[in-house]
């Protein structure tokens, strides 16, 4: 739609600038500058509109009127002009359109703007909604109405419906592109200034310009329709064009519209009059020269070549706002297949909507490639993202190991079934936690550090068991002789004791003693006895080390003296013994 406009500007521009003349001997007609096809689709250059602007040697300044069909545009014009319609431009009456295409009044009007002598011109189009026609070539006439006018009145009946709000998608993306970019610059090319006439039957009640207010505010939209997102898109962006703007008001000029023009303006409604002239001067107030040849000899109108690419920027940014929204949703990190399948689909997701929505189809390569080289940069920052998230998470969980590793190699009672639950839970916690790009290399890195823990664990288990167990036997000697007086429990630390370090020093190396059967089912049974699911006495040794101390503290002071030993097995100076004094 849009390209197709700009395409009929820049071949409207090249002609008036091509040397050449079409011979015609009376201008003070109409003349076609654009009309449609046969299948009424597409519009086609007219020599005979194009030769009556091309004359025209001062500035010009063109005042096209666009509205639905049977809405008086034709009439209005000649209002403005001062002819009446059999002077003018046609005026039907029947059902049908009169205008086909665009229209020129081929003499113009001359006025002095901002002291410079300046053409008017007054362009007819060809109402919108009629029998028989597209919406693509309705919008075709308004987008070409829009670039070639320099005040665009916007020819309403009664009121502002949802489609005459649509239809101005194209004067936003224009306001958006150019005038929006240039404003306060001194540019030759710039949009029209949008009037909205409204005429109607009555004046009271709200004014124009809060009808428009009112129309243009954003529709709610609570449940997300895509619709009403859409309609508001065009609204915001309808925002820039702020002081580009105005709105004017019109009554009709006789209850009877089909004898218009037969009326005089002594005939005519005197407000209706009044009112008019008051929009002739609201008109000449507002336009301003639109120096078309100028603005394509200085390059502001862009070639064929590059207005896909002018009209594809837009979609080119919201397909890769797309593209990095769906992918800002990805929690990283993510393994790299991971990451690459998601890639892969927000990816396809952006150039389905690319697809959907561009302009062209040859030259619009160009911002395919764009947009793909775009949507790598951004997959590159979200590679990086999510390297770096990942050799965070990685190196807190080997930092969290390697302090857990640390802590199992001084264990006040070293077993080797605590050092391999907490070596596995380690290893584990790595494997499902750490993700991403860094885990190769961490997980290369967690190897060696448990298997180094995990060597130095066994390197010192034997020896520190050892020697934990010739004082454990030792402290059992003590224990058993002086304090509770338990024979058997002394008698079994001295046997454990001399086995530790007489027996196996006579028969045994150190290290021998390490491959024995009978260290195995010593260390068997230390292993049971030191940590289980159930009870893990390095975390209680202390406490029930407490609580045992304190029971035999209450024995040795109470214990016996009301229950005696009976229950016990033997123990020094049993009741009914001797008196004789134990010699040691």
Known sequence: MEFSSWFMVFSISCFLLASGSFSVENFNQ??????????????????????????????????????????GKSF?????LSLSCSEGFGVGHMRDTKTKGIWVWGTPREMTIDGVKTSVLFLDTEGFESVGKSNVYDDRIFALATVLSSVLIYNLPETIREADISRLSFAVELAEEFYGRVKGQDIAFEPAKLLWLIQRDFLQGKSVHQMVVEALHRVPNSE??????????????LAIMGDNSTA??????????????????????????????????????????KIILEALNKGEIPSTGSLVEVFNKGILERCLKLY??????????????????????????????????????????????????????AYKNVILANENKSSKLCEGLYTTCEDEMD?????????????????????????????????????????????????LFIKEYNNRLFNWLVTFSLVMVVLGRFIIKFILLEIGAWILFIFLETYTRMFWTAESLYYNPVWHVIVATWETLVYSPVLDLDRWAIPLGVVLSLFILYWRCYGIRKHGSRWLLPMYNPKGGSNRPRSD
């Open 30 to 71: 109409a003349f076609p500058i654009v009309e449609p096809d046969p299948g009424h689709t597409k519009l086609q250059l007219s020599r005979e509109g194009l030769e009556a602007i091309r004359r025209i040697t001062t500035p010009i300044a063109a005042v096209a009127v666009i509205g639905p069909y049977r809405s």
């Open 76 to 80: 209005l014009l000649n209002q403005l």
């Open 224 to 237: 997300g329709d895509k619709n009403i997102d859409l309609v508001n898109q065009i609204r915001d962006s």
């Open 248 to 289: 004017f008001s019109l009554p009709q000029p006789h209850l009877q519209r089909t004898k218009l023009c037969d009326l005089n303006d002594g005939e005519l409604d005197p407000s209706y009059v009044k009112k008019r002239e008051q929009l002739k001067d609201v008109v000449g107030s507002i336009i301003r020269p």
């Open 324 to 377: 990095s929204d769906m992918m800002a949703k990805l929690h990283l990190p993510l393994s790299e297949e991971s990451l690459q399948n998601a890639h892969q689909n927000s990816r396809e997701e952006a150039m389905q909507l690319f697809e959907q929505q561009h302009f062209g189809r040859h030259h619009a390569k160009k911002s395919v490639k764009e947009l793909d080289e775009e949507i790598e940069k």
């Open 407 to 455: 802590h199992l190699q001084v264990l006040r009672l070293p077993t080797m079934a605590k050092f391999n639950a907490g070596f596995l839970k380690c290893n584990q916690s790595f494997e499902q936690e750490c993700v991403g790009p860094s885990k190769a290399s961490y997980e290369h890195r967690m190897m060696k550090m448990l298997g180094r823990s995990r060597s």
